[in-house]
């Protein structure tokens, strides 16, 4: 792969190593299909340890809105919500206790398909683990409880597929509707990293390993 000058953003882009079944959504953003298949099982595996240190929870929301998206955590830091705001803190609110450490397999993932998109050296803190069952939704929103946007957001699709809504920087922006099914990554940095983006409603599509379930890792670098 060419080398990249690590003056990024806005004046060097990133020089990535995808491929034809790679789907570039922006200029920093890529679908990588099926690119996480040979670690599922590895990572269903450790998936099964953290939730049982740190269950899946309905957050709710400075507003009062409890999330129809169930979550938890693991990394050095997890991401939490309430009354007060939003926020990531060491420590699992829930059980009082820091939060599982990332596994081995999730960090090789990540950093492994940030690298396939140009994004070399990608170190998170924090993987938030996401879980839709039919219904649940996210609305758009923009990531932006981190503080270093040069770093990508790496995110792994498992079970049931989802439809990923991808709007641009403002709101107002209408946003792109992209599958998303058991298997793939998404990759986005640069200045894709502040886009809007939300997941809809889920519908029931059950999935051989995961019947009505759809299980959504996103690593981040948080601070
Ligand atoms: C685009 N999760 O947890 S991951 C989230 O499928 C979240 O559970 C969704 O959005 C899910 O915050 C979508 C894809 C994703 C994550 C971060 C992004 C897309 C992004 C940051 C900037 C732009
Ligand atoms: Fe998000």
Redesign the pocket.
């Known amino acids: 792969m060419m080398s990249t000058i690590s003056l990024f953003p806005p004046d060097a882009l990133p020089a990535p190593d995808t491929d034809a079944t790679d789907l570039q959504l922006g200029p920093g ?1 890529w679908v990588l299909r099926g690119y996480a298949l040979d670690y599922v099982d590895r990572v269903l595996t450790q998936l099964r340890q953290i939730r049982r240190q740190s269950p899946f929870r309905h957050m709710v929301t400075p507003g009062g809105y409890t999330m129809s ?1 169930a979550l938890t955590c693991c990394g050095a830091a997890g991401w939490t919500a309430d009354r007060k705001g939003y926020r990531y803190a060491a420590i699992d609110p829930e059980t009082g206790q820091p939060w599982p450490a990332m596994p081995d397999v999730f960090l090789a993932l990540a950093r492994q398909a940030a690298e396939h998109c140009g994004y070399a050296g990608f170190a998170p803190d924090s993987c ?1 683990i ?1 879980r839709y069952v039919p219904g649940a939704r ?1 609305s758009l ?3 932006k409880d981190e503080t270093d946007f040069c770093a990508p ?1 790496v ?1 792994v ?1 498992l079970g049931m597929p ?1 439809m ?1 809504q ?1 709007g641009g920087l403002k709101r107002s922006d209408r946003p792109e509707k992209i599958p ?1 099914f058991h298997g793939d990554i ?1 990759v ?1 940095g640069g200045p ?4 809007y ?3 809809m409603a889920l519908k029931d599509n059950p999935h051989p390993l995961l019947g009505s379930n759809r299980i ?1 890792l ?1 690593f981040r670098k948080t601070g």
């Open positions: 953003a998206v938030l996401n996210l929103h923009q990531d957001i995110s699709s989802a990923f991808f998303l998404v986005w894709d990293r502040l886009r983006h939300g997941v959504n996103t």
